[in-house]
């Protein structure tokens, strides 16, 4: 069996290099909302889009069912519309909106992230791939999604996940990876 957390993928970073974005920025869990607000202005729709699909990648493996329907549809699929439910039509304008970008290109560009994460899972997870293999994966993938993050984005309010935009969360250094490891295991069937 191979032992997903210690991969060294940081599959936000593969997604953009894939897609040939700019590179994500870390957001600074740190900085008063103030300058988090002004940081949106020049906020990139490609980082917004990159992190709306995975967000929606990772809540969708929480659990077996959902890994399972990733694994069977893959990319002709609108895994989106089922994580996301309602949810997504008003999540791809808050993300225009934050982007100063139009709809219509923002969601084209959240389906092509959401495509190419998918690709890299299958690149990633080899030729076995199964259900319980993505949940790790995608569980081992946690903390370098949620860095990337705005909290302005709303995304675990869109995805019925507050821990998606806690800024506690976005910590890093020792003490935070290994809370985060912790969470994570509490965390897998969320």
């Given amino acids: 069996m191979i032992n997903y957390t210690t991969m060294a993928i940081n599959i936000s970073e593969e997604v953009q290099k894939k897609l040939l974005f700019p590179p994500l ?19 990139p729709v490609t980082q917004a889009a990159v992190v709306t699909a995975l967000a929606g990648l990772y809540k ?5 069912a959902g890994a399972t329907r990733l694994l069977l549809n893959g990319q002709t699929d609108s895994w ?20 100063h ?28 791939i199964e259900p319980d293999a993505l949940k790790d994966f995608m569980s081992s993938q946690r903390d370098s999604i949620l860095v990337y993050i705005p909290a302005q984005l709303q995304l ?35």
């Fill in 60 to 64: 969708m493996t929480r659990n077996t």
């Fill in 156 to 190: 675990g309010e869109m995805l019925h996940d507050t821990t998606l935009d806690d800024n506690t969360n976005k910590m890093e250094g020792p003490v935070s990876s290994l809370m985060h490891k912790i969470e994570n295991i509490f965390s897998e069937d969320k």
């Fill in 101 to 128: 970008w139009g709809r219509a290109e923002v969601e084209k560009l959240v389906r092509l992230s959401a495509d190419a994460a998918l690709i890299i899972v299958h690149e990633q997870l080899g030729e076995k």
């Fill in 25 to 43: 920025q870390k957001i600074d869990p740190n900085a008063p909302n103030e300058a988090r607000d002004n940081e949106a202005i020049h906020f």
């Fill in 80 to 99: 989106l519309e089922d994580v996301y439910g309602d949810n997504l039509g008003k999540t791809i304008s808050h993300v225009a909106e934050f982007s």
